[in-house]
């Protein structure tokens, strides 16, 4: 069965690092997403991807994340320079349609 | 801004009985979603309702659009089905942006 694949599962980085996360969505998928959840909290939505633009962001997405697709088949997250409160886990997910999403497994990402 | 609360936070029960978590919103939605957090973090998507009822295998959805109300039910419980259970709207307005519950600690003892 077809599923959602996140790299590296761990990232640990010094603060005021730059980070990029990597998912590799479904294939025949055509909206793409990332979450976050730090630890002990409740996910959180961060951002939605469809079409090679963004479709709509969290106040939490500022100017320091961005996404691309740079490939047609992954779908990358950017911290630009990582701060402590960033480290959480980060999940991607894709969907076919604005229904069922897919999640990947995540990757912990923890910033000293 | 969609306030999501998810009843109870924590629900331990004995292999066998029948499991009911609940889910409110205050705002209205679009869709509805059901998902599932395993202990190793991993989210798996259960159901999306945007009315009615869904069944899959064991597990039962239910939603009250007028009463902002949504349930999940777990007939003939099992300890594999220990894991959080998280509620998460999409709001009328968004197309894409899910609003989450807390979750709810399902620990289901042999």
């Known amino acids: 069965e077809p599923e959602v694949t996140q790299t590296p599962s761990h990232q640990v980085t010094q603060m005021g690092q730059e980070v990029i996360l990597r998912c590799v969505p479904i294939s025949n998928h055509l909206y793409f997403y990332w979450y976050r959840q730090i630890l002990g909290q409740k996910v959180e939505f961060l951002v939605s991807?469809?079409?090679?633009?963004?479709?709509?962001k969290s106040e939490i997405f500022d100017d320091q994340f961005s996404v691309e697709r740079p490939d047609g088949s992954n779908f990358t997250l950017k911290i630009r320079s990582t701060k402590l409160e960033d480290s959480a886990m980060y999940f991607c997910?894709?969907?076919?349609?604005?229904?069922?999403?897919?999640f990947g497994p995540g990757t912990r990402l923890t910033v000293l | 801004k969609n306030e999501v609360e998810q009843s109870p936070q924590n629900l331990t029960a004995q292999e066998g009985e029948f499991i009911t978590i609940n889910c409110s919103y205050s705002v209205g939605i679009s869709a509805l979603h059901w998902l599932q957090q395993h202990p190793g973090g991993g989210i798996v998507s259960l159901f999306m309702l945007s009315s009615g009822k869904k069944k899959h295998g064991r597990l039962i959805a239910t939603i009250n659009i007028q009463e902002k109300h949504s349930s999940l039910h777990i007939t003939a419980s099992h300890p594999r089905d220990s894991a959080v259970y998280i509620c998460?709207?999409?709001?009328?307005?968004?197309?894409?942006?899910?609003?989450f519950g807390k979750g709810t600690l399902l620990t289901v003892n042999p």
């Open positions: 991807f469809y079409n090679n633009e963004i479709s709509e």
């Open positions: 997910a894709s969907s076919y349609t604005a229904d069922t999403q897919y």
């Open positions: 998460a709207v999409i709001s009328g307005g968004s197309n894409y942006k899910l609003t």
